[in-house]
């Protein structure tokens, strides 16, 4: 019983609990994407340096909020720095969209124009970051480092495995069920986030129901900037921050975009968990689980792992083959905000 | 193939630069950005393959660019006989069983149509004790192979072939992979295949890099056969002396130059050759359909035109000129570096060159290739000059002064973008634009 | 005179023009109904009274005034309501949250007008928390007419209401459109269905090749036997 239970631990403190903060983050990235598509109808290639632009701001602001002696408590002093980052990447994003997409919005552009547009709008961001803050490793986290750490959790249990909470895994969850709360009811409740609702499902019928597209084009480019600088930050303060990390989440947030339909914001957020929990079911190592589970004989050499963490990535992109081959429009049929 | 005065006088002035940095930097210089112009031109014409021709956005250059790489490798370097008779056997079991596991998951799939949900267990179950399987006869073989001589080998090596072959390997490497990425996603929205692009190059980057048994990974194979002479046999032969104080030239500087100039002759001779190719199916009743299809796609599938099928074959076709110049860049370079293949370089720059030089027109598409690389490269000193100055009047060691010289090189990465940017905006069509037929 | 009306219009797609100088008009209170073979341009004219086309020449008057140059919501604001064919609801709303959207452009509480649509349709109250796109074709368009409806029109324009939807259906609806016709509401829609369109149609226009070839009202024109013969089968 006890080898169960231990075996249980190990399971949440290296798969539940990193894949509860990591899912959150994906899916605050993927509610992103999911909101441009299904205004804008174009796939964000830039989404993830507008991420990594958030939270090079949000970072800045706490260094300089660390260096006038500001803390947050037992919370990491980002989140005071948080609005500052969103309203620059508001910013950021309505001047290109002002100066860049709008321009082909006019024109009616096809939506390949608009990848391509966004990739070289994800180039730009990217120099921009680089040249700003450099390319290196930034640690901005500080307060308290754990919630529970492993030791208390043997001390409290008895068990020979302990269970971990870092305070940014708890911070990041709540934040993310905050802003995915707000991010709903606005959708649901209020005219304006109604609107976008109706200009995602049926453009023509929106304008002909007298639905401002300009009014609407923008908020989503508000939501979006404050959601991607929210993920940006929680995924910098749970792992660490290095630009070039934010293009590689590009992969698993698509993927998780499109495994809950794109332009479906319920999908998006339940793709962001499946891609989350893949990865590290995929990529744990079981030994340990396994050994508790069979008489001591039996217990395996190898690490039990299905596939090396160094492949953690090409997970989503499985994920996403599987979904392309089988059923395109994602598991809750997508393009509806 | 007829060409405007303005589109000659484009490639004279491009010609003219090259020379210029000839005599202003050194002939050496010159003929290395040469070399790499050729090699960045080809590139551009598999993405204006299947951008220009058809359509497609292709976001994973950088993946097929790197399989052309491992297939010069593999090609060109002996194989390594302690590592074959150590996991040879467990290695080849293990693709053997890869290709029956999809083989068998494919069947599964078929066979269980009317199963309704069990489909999916079935199919994964199927998919998973082959993957067990796979596994069970592939990790004791590379662990084996990876301890053969770990410092100067520790991968199966090569076929110890002439590394030209690899040319052509390169191009079905990377046809192969365009195939699987494109039965895959065409057909779905256009983001699907940039998505899948974007995700297939990734992967194969990351495979380069930590399968060692294979690739060596991060430790890199260095000193590849080169299908030119070296300068150093060059230096000592007696002949070559002679004839290099004959021209009155220094005997390494001449044997550099000569090498180099082997290299520009190989390569040109591939750039003709795809151009031309490039050129007659353009102008080919397929080229015509293809561009039909591109402008209008609706109208083609309505006149019976299986437009998933011809996008398909663009798009391998495409990918395999880019795995061709990945390959021949492998070569010049002598080394296969995973770890050089950056997206930035190898799709980003390559999309630069299409665009600026005019998409659908494989003659821009050469001329972007040229001009693009040449300002990529010459863009470094001439940043660094432009910050230095800029920030003269600020004291010697200003962080603001040090900060802006230091992220000098990022400037590229904006400046490039911004180019991008810029001439979709503004002259969408190129500097040579396609021509209506 | 009549209350809107669109006098001489001459537009087309691009290239070759469909309406050649035709000229369709509705009065409140009134149903007008378009009729006419194929290619005869009947949507086309709703779309350009509804300024979803340029015209290239003649004008749109409502009230008298000209609003030829005006854009699809600023005519919503004027107080004319249009249903599309295709695509005429919002799939993924609920029926309720259609009906707000109709109310966009209004800013006083709607609380009173969405009862009467309620009134008018009691199946959409039943099901005013079920998606639009769960519904069946008629009473998708019983939301579709609701939501432009919201708008407290003057005019209510319809391109064909009735399309796929059974005979059964299409009588239900027919009665519904003359009650919304009876609040004072002026109607104007096309139909494919002529002679039943004809029967419930105060005034009616026989398009042909983008121009009037008869128009009277619509008792006379299905007694009027070449009407008969060439355009509603006997």
């Given amino acids: 019983m006890t080898d169960f239970l231990n075996a249980l631990v190990i399971l949440a403190n290296f798969i539940l609990v990193p894949g509860l903060a990591y899912g959150s983050q994906l899916a605050l990235g993927a509610l992103g994407v999911t909101l441009v598509y299904g205004v804008l109808r174009f796939s964000n290639f830039a989404h993830g340096e507008t991420m990594a632009f958030g939270t090079m701001l949000v970072i800045l602001v706490t260094w300089m909020l660390q260096g006038a002696g500001a803390s947050f408590g037992p919370l990491p002093t980002a989140l005071l720095a948080l609005p500052i980052g969103i309203a620059g990447a508001v910013v950021l994003c309505l001047v290109t969209d002002r100066l860049v997409y709008r321009y082909y919005r006019r024109q009616r552009a096809s939506s390949v124009i608009y990848l391509i547009v966004s990739v070289g709008v994800m180039f730009v961001y990217n120099g921009l970051i680089r040249f700003v803050i450099g390319p290196r490793d930034q640690n901005f986290t500080d307060g308290q480092r754990f919630i529970m750490k492993a030791r208390e959790f043997k001390n409290m249990t008895g068990l020979n495995e302990g269970l971990a909470i870092k305070t940014t895994q708890a911070v990041t969850l709540g934040t993310a069920v905050v802003t995915v709360g707000i991010v709903f009811w606005f959708l649901n409740k209020t005219r304006t986030g109604k609107s976008m609702r109706a200009f995602s499902d049926n453009e023509d019928l929106a304008l002909l129901s007298g639905i401002n597209p300009d009014r609407v084009v923008m908020i989503?480019?508000?939501?979006?900037?404050?959601?991607?600088?929210?993920?940006?930050?929680?995924?910098?303060?749970?792992?660490?921050?290095?630009?070039?990390?934010?293009?590689?989440?590009?992969?698993?947030?698509?993927?998780?975009?499109?495994?809950?339909?794109?332009?479906?914001?319920?999908?998006?957020?339940?793709?962001?968990?499946?891609?989350?929990?893949?990865?590290?079911f995929v990529t744990f190592a079981y030994k340990r689980v396994v050994t508790y589970m069979v008489p001591e004989s039996m217990a395996p050499e190898g690490l039990v792992q299905i596939l090396s963490t160094d492949y953690k990535f090409a997970v989503s992109f499985m994920i996403l083959v599987i979904v392309l081959l089988v059923k395109p429009t994602g598991i809750f049929s997508g393009k509806s905000l | 193939m007829t060409m405007s005065g303005r589109n000659i006088g484009l490639f004279a002035l491009m010609a003219l630069l090259l020379m210029s940095v000839g005599f202003i930097q050194s002939w050496d210089v010159s003929l290395t950005l040469l070399n790499l112009c050729i090699i960045s031109a080809i590139m551009a014409l598999g993405v204006n393959i299947q951008w220009g021709y058809a359509g497609l956005f292709n976001v994973g250059t950088m993946g097929f660019a790197a399989l052309g790489g491992l297939a010069a490798m593999l090609v060109s370097v002996p194989p390594v006989t302690a590592a074959w008779e150590a996991g040879g056997a467990g290695v080849v079991g293990?693709?053997?069983?890869?290709?029956?596991?999809?083989?068998?998951?494919?069947?599964?799939?078929?066979?269980?149509?009317?199963?309704?949900?069990?489909?999916?267990?079935?199919?994964?179950?199927?998919?998973?004790?082959?993957?067990?399987?796979?596994?069970?006869?592939?990790?004791?073989?590379?662990?084996?192979?990876?301890?053969?001589?770990?410092?100067?080998?520790?991968?199966?090596?090569?076929?110890?072939?002439?590394?030209?072959?690899?040319?052509?390997?390169?191009?079905?490497?990377?046809?192969?992979?365009?195939?699987?990425?494109?039965?895959?996603?065409?057909?779905?929205?256009?983001?699907?295949?940039?998505?899948?692009?974007?995700?297939?190059?990734?992967?194969?980057?990351?495979?380069?890099?930590?399968?060692?048994?294979?690739?060596?990974?991060?430790?890199?194979?260095?000193?590849?056969?080169?299908?030119?002479?070296?300068?150093?046999?060059?230096?000592?032969?007696?002949?070559?002396?002679?004839?290099?104080?004959?021209?009155?030239?220094?005997?390494?500087?001449?044997?550099?130059?000569?090498?180099?100039?082997?290299?520009?002759?190989l390569f040109s001779i591939v750039l003709l050759v795809v151009l031309y190719l490039s050129e007659v199916a353009l102008?080919?009743?397929?080229?015509?359909?293809?561009?039909?299809?591109?402008?209008?796609?609706?109208?083609?599938?309505?006149?019976?035109?299986?437009?998933?099928?011809?996008?398909?074959?663009?798009?391998?076709?495409?990918?395999?000129?880019?795995?061709?110049?990945?390959?021949?860049?492998?070569?010049?370079?002598?080394?296969?570096?995973?770890?050089?293949?950056?997206?930035?370089?190898?799709?980003?720059?390559?999309?630069?060159?299409?665009?600026?030089?005019?998409?659908g027109n494989n003659w821009g598409a050469v001329l972007g290739g040229f001009v693009i690389w040449f300002f990529w490269i010459e863009a470094e000193p001439i940043g660094h000059w432009l910050m230095s100055t800029l920030t003269s009047g600020m004291e010697e060691g200003h962080w603001l002064r040090l900060h802006l010289i230091e992220s000098a090189a990022h400037m590229r990465l904006l400046t490039m973008g911004l180019v991008l940017l810029l001439v979709l905006r503004f002259a969408p069509r190129g500097l040579i634009p396609e021509v209506k037929r | 005179m009549s209350f809107l009306v669109g006098e001489n219009m001459v537009c087309g797609y691009g290239g070759a023009d469909i309406l050649h100088g035709c000229t369709v008009g509705v009065d409140p209170g009134e149903i007008a109904v378009v009729v006419g073979p194929n290619g005869a341009g009947k949507s086309t004219a709703m779309k350009a009274m509804f300024g979803m086309l340029d015209l290239k020449e003649g004008q749109v008057l409502l009230e008298g005034e000209d609003i030829t140059g005006l854009k699809p919501q600023e005519r919503v604001l004027r107080g004319m309501g249009f249903v599309p064919q295709n695509h005429n609801v919002f799939t993924g709303m609920t029926v309720e949250e259609n009906l707000e959207m109709g109310a966009f452009i209004r800013r006083d509480d709607i609380a009173a007008t969405m009862e009467q649509v309620y009134g008018l349709f009691p199946i959409l109250k039943e099901k005013r928390k079920q998606p639009a796109g769960e519904l069946s074709g008629g009473q998708r368009q019983q939301v579709a007419v609701g939501r432009a409806l919201m708008t407290q029109p003057k005019i209510l324009m319809l391109d064909e209401p009735t399309a796929g939807v059974s005979p059964i259906v299409m009588d239900e609806l027919f009665d519904r459109i003359i009650e919304v016709a009876q609040t004072g509401i002026a109607i104007l829609m096309v139909e494919q269905n002529a002679k039943q369109a004809l029967n419930i149609a105060d005034r009616g226009f026989v398009l042909v090749q983008g121009r009037n070839a008869y128009t009277d009202t619509g008792a006379a024109l299905m007694a009027d036997p070449e009407v008969r013969r060439a355009f509603l089968g006997g």
């Avoid at chain 2, 070296?230 to 550099?256: K, R």
């Avoid at chain 2, 397929?286 to 074959?313: C, F």
């Avoid at chain 2, 050089?340 to 998409?359: A, E």
Wanted: with cysteine; charged share 15%; hydrophobic share 50%.
């Fill in chain 1, 220 to 280: 989503a480019w508000i939501m979006t900037a404050a959601l991607a600088t929210i993920a940006g930050t929680l995924y910098g303060l749970d792992k660490s921050f290095k630009p070039f990390v934010y293009l590689q989440l590009l992969l698993p947030i698509f993927a998780a975009a499109i495994v809950g339909g794109v332009g479906n914001p319920l999908g998006a957020i339940a793709g962001g968990f499946v891609i989350a929990f893949s990865e590290l």
């Fill in chain 2, 94 to 265: 293990g693709i053997v069983a890869a290709v029956v596991t999809v083989i068998a998951g494919m069947y599964a799939w078929r066979k269980t149509a009317d199963m309704g949900r069990s489909r999916y267990w079935v199919t994964g179950l199927v998919v998973l004790v082959g993957y067990v399987v796979l596994r069970s006869l592939i990790d004791p073989a590379v662990s084996a192979i990876e301890k053969v001589d770990a410092t100067k080998a520790g991968y199966l090596g090569g076929f110890g072939l002439p590394i030209i072959f690899s040319w052509l390997v390169g191009g079905v490497f990377a046809a192969g992979a365009a195939w699987v990425v494109g039965r895959i996603s065409l057909g779905l929205r256009s983001d699907y295949l940039a998505i899948a692009t974007l995700g297939i190059s990734e992967i194969i980057i990351y495979m380069l890099k930590f399968e060692d048994w294979l690739t060596r990974g991060v430790k890199n194979v260095a000193g590849l056969p080169r299908p030119v002479p070296y300068e150093v046999d060059l230096n000592e032969s007696a002949g070559f002396q002679s004839w290099a104080t004959g021209m009155g030239l220094e005997v390494e500087t001449a044997s550099s130059i000569l090498v180099k100039l082997c290299y520009a002759g």
């Fill in chain 2, 283 to 359: 102008r080919s009743p397929w080229g015509r359909m293809m561009r039909a299809i591109r402008d209008n796609e609706t109208a083609a599938a309505a006149m019976g035109k299986n437009v998933t099928s011809r996008h398909l074959q663009v798009f391998i076709l495409g990918s395999a000129v880019i795995g061709v110049a990945g390959a021949m860049l492998t070569t010049l370079d002598g080394q296969f570096t995973p770890t050089t293949y950056q997206p930035l370089r190898f799709t980003f720059l390559i999309w630069v060159m299409v665009i600026v030089g005019g998409s």
